[in-house]
């Protein structure tokens, strides 16, 4: 907001279009304008003296000493500070709007994330989809989109052609296909398939029998389904992760006559080994881009399919302006072949986002283990963080499991979202539950600890023009970066730039708290700024956790 507001202001009394920056030396200033060293290329004079003529112009604007204290010209860059008159000014007008001011958007936006597999338990590979995709859709909402969000799961695939198999030679009963069941029964099925090509020819039979709606695998795959689905559920809501569509590969299959239909029609598939493919490669392409397979040779379908499916479902239902897809960066080539497959047939003009994250690896630098040496599951390592965090402090043994949940949640999140997503990132439960650092819990504590000041005093909802001193002033500027964090991580679809400025506002009001006490103040119009100055900061830093999927637990 205030960037925008600065460059537009600007701007109005200029010849050239420049941008006001946040400055990267806050010990010189506020905020800066580094446009001279590009004009001065286009207009054949030097920064320094391009430099001059723009802040001649500026210091001609109207009213302009009440904006900024000081403009300078240094190396070629313009410094601007802010007055303290100009920053009280923004701050009561981000309080009095509607989500502090940020400009909204209204697109449509469908997004995929989470795809668990019916019959696997959700492992720490599930994670990253899960809580990237929440804070994504959040963000994006926040900004004012319509946001339709899809787990889409894998519940007609190969696996489970393998767990019926195992059903079926374990005598198992309807009643003996339990969750305990499918756990076992998924990794040992996995085990033998790869080590023998019968089996997995049976298994393979058994999964193109049933997508071809064989009466009794699908009653089989009905009960996996509604087995594994109520933990994956419960999973999802101990994460505070939601979604509007409960959609599936098995619900595509109703469009893929539909879909066949109008390719061959377009003349888009062809056979090649056997098996029915459509081109994707392009002139373009730096390194081979294969054909996307539509069906195998023995007429089974793939994920490509059902995914194509599903977006020409999603098109015709919702046609929505973005649809947005969070996987690991081990499906990127198979994105790229049904995001192309889907463009070249006309299916949809939709714009499409793969965004691809990296793995979780330990503090040793390898994928995720527990302590007691396994992968873990998604449960397994909820469990061994709450009890790591309880294990910190003796209070931590009476708080609620639902205020322990609420850590848990911050602990993992605050941990995966700090990092740029494409990244594969150590997770040290040890480090990320403590209540100080770049923590969730450090977050939370910051807020409960300003909270606790706002409790006992009435609020004043006035703001005079006055600054304090140098931690009120570094504060109050740090609110005023809120709206670019936000847009930055709205346009990349990346929370991380979100989380930068939560932990850097949490310092700021942390560096406030402990150089500015406000119990016993006696100068009331001092007190009443303050306690203003903390409330929006609560607030801010609230709402902005929520939007990363972390709320505030009752006490820490």
């Not at 990127?332 to 793969?354: C, N, P, W, Y």
């Not at 848990?408 to 995966?416: G, H, Q, R």
């Not at 500027?477 to 847009?487: F, G, Q, R």
Request: glycine residues 6%; negative net charge.
């Amino acid at each position: 907001m205030i960037t925008s507001k600065l460059s537009e202001l600007i701007n109005g009394a200029l010849d050239v279009e420049v941008n006001v920056i946040q400055s990267n030396r806050p010990d010189l200033c506020d905020y800066q304008i580094d446009a001279a060293f590009k004009l001065a290329k286009e207009l054949h004079k030097s920064p320094f003296e391009i430099a001059n003529d723009i802040v001649e112009k500026i210091n001609s604007i109207e009213n302009i000493n009440d904006i900024f204290s000081k403009i300078e010209v240094v190396n070629g860059f313009i410094n601007l500070t802010l007055t303290d008159k100009f920053i009280n000014e923004m701050i009561r007008l981000m309080n009095d709007s509607d989500k502090y001011g940020i400009l909204p958007d209204n697109k449509k936006v469908v997004m995929d994330y989470g795809g668990p597999n019916i019959a696997k338990p959700l492992h720490v590979g599930h994670l990253r989809t899960a809580i990237i995709g929440e804070a994504i859709k959040r963000i994006l909402r926040f900004k004012g989109n319509e946001v339709i969000a899809d787990v889409h799961l894998g519940d007609f695939g190969l696996q489970i052609g393998e767990v019926i198999y195992a059903i079926q030679h374990d005598g198992k009963s309807d009643e003996e296909i339990t969750l305990e069941y499918l756990n076992e029964a998924y990794p040992r099925m996995s085990g033998i398939c790869k080590e023998n090509e019968d089996i997995k020819h049976e298994c393979e039979d058994i999964t193109k029998r049933m997508q071809d709606g064989e009466p009794e695998l699908i009653r089989l795959c009905d009960i996996i389904t509604e087995v594994s689905l109520g933990d994956i559920k419960e999973l999802y809501n101990i994460l505070d992760v939601s979604f509007d569509l409960w959609e599936s590969e098995r619900s595509a299959y109703v469009y893929i006559p539909e879909l066949e239909k109008l390719l061959n029609e377009k003349g888009l598939i062809h056979e090649s080994q056997g098996a029915m493919v459509i081109d994707v490669a392009e002139e373009s392409d730096t390194k081979e881009i294969p054909p996307m397979i539509f069906q195998k040779s023995n007429k089974a379908y793939l994920y490509g399919t059902t995914d194509m499916a599903t977006i020409y479902d999603r098109e015709n239902k919702y046609h929505p302006d973005y649809m947005i897809y969070i996987t690991d960066d081990r499906q990127s080539m198979h994105f790229t072949q049904v995001f192309r497959a889907s463009l070249k047939a006309g299916i949809t003009d939709t714009i499409f986002e793969h965004k691809s994250y990296g793995t979780v690896n330990g503090p040793d630098g390898k994928p995720f283990k527990t302590r007691a040496g396994n992968a873990p599951s998604l449960r397994e390592l909820l469990n061994e963080t709450k009890d790591i965090f309880v294990s910190k402090k003796e209070d931590n043994k009476d708080m609620s499991e639902e205020d322990l949940n609420k850590i848990v949640n911050s602990i993992i999140k605050f941990a995966d979202l700090q990092n740029n997503m494409s990244n594969d990132y150590i997770f040290d439960i040890n480090k990320f539950s403590n209540t100080s650092g770049k923590t969730g819990p450090y977050m939370q504590y910051t807020v409960l600890r300003l909270k606790k000041i706002l409790d006992s005093e009435t609020i004043n909802n006035s703001l005079t023009d006055t600054i304090y001193n140098e931690t009120d002033r570094n504060i109050r500027l740090k609110l005023l970066e809120l709206s670019s964090a936000v847009d930055k991580a709205y346009e990349t679809r990346m929370p991380s730039y979100l989380v930068d400025y939560i932990y850097g506002l949490a310092n700021e009001a942390n560096n406030f708290y402990q150089n500015n006490h406000i119990a016993g103040l006696e100068d009331e119009t001092k007190k009443n700024d303050w306690l203003y100055i903390l409330n929006i900061t609560v607030n801010i830093l609230t709402d902005m956790l929520n939007l990363i999927g972390i709320e505030i637990p009752s006490y820490m």
